[in-house]
T-cell receptor
């Protein structure tokens, strides 16, 4: 299994509070991603990173921010948690992706998720 | 974007081969077919991927039809631990090719 650790595994927080989820990898992969998984919506990309300090938005980025100060760590912050952000959050990593490298065959590897409940 | 169609569920007997079909009739020439699975409460697990040739690894085999409009994932000797949701995905080309779109998948139940 890919060396991906997500923390915490479970979190309950109140509406309006900031929350930070952490993803740590030991694979030295360049790309890291945050997805959320909700019933009826499958996996949806929140933000991704293509290098240290290089990040960009995914399809559901509103209300979330990310930071990547080291290759191995990718943080997801809910600036002011809302009940709609109750979800399971997955981090993923991959060696390469994107048109500039013309690599379509580098699979994503996922962590085991963080279950977040906003009350 | 190319999309995939999978049966919602299937059962198979422990020790037998499980054949999981997937249709991807609008796939483009250089788009890969990926298979992932998700066991309850865990993150999706990469299984295998291919472009047009059949592929095999320690987990499974992937058979892609010559016209590339469909594929079959084969678990050669299913075990109870293979019970999971299996996702067939086409890697979207272009700038967003990292944005894997997971549909509903096939819920596979392996029975003793």
């Amino acid at each position: 299994d890919a060396g991906i650790t997500q923390s915490p595994r479970h979190k309950v927080t109140e509406t309006g509070t900031p929350v930070t989820l952490r993803c740590h990898q030991t694979e030295n992969h360049r790309y890291m991603y945050w997805y959320r998984q909700d019933p009826g919506h499958g996996l949806r990309l929140i933000h991704y990173s293509y290098g240290v300090k290089d990040t960009d938005k995914g399809e559901v980025s509103d209300g979330y921010s990310v930071s990547r100060s080291k290759t191995e760590d990718f943080l997801l912050t809910l600036e002011s948690a809302t009940s709609s952000q109750t979800s399971v959050y997955f981090c993923a990593i991959s060696e390469s992706a994107g048109p500039s490298e013309r690599s379509y065959n580098s699979p994503l590897h996922f962590g085991n998720g963080t279950r977040l409940t906003v009350t | 974007d190319a999309k995939t169609t999978q049966p919602p569920s299937m059962d198979c007997a422990e020790g037998r081969a499980a054949n999981l079909p997937c249709n991807h009739s609008t796939i483009s020439g250089n788009e890969y077919v990926y298979w992932y699975r998700q066991i309850h409460s865990q993150g999706p697990q990469y299984i295998i991927h291919g472009l047009k040739n059949n592929e095999t690894n320690e987990m499974a085999s992937l058979i892609i039809t010559e016209d590339r409009k469909s594929s079959t994932l084969i678990l050669p000797h299913a075990t109870l631990r293979d019970t999971a949701v299996y996702y067939c995905i086409v890697r979207v080309r272009g700038y967003d090719d990292y944005k894997l779109s997971f549909g509903a998948g096939t819920t596979v139940t392996v029975r003793a």
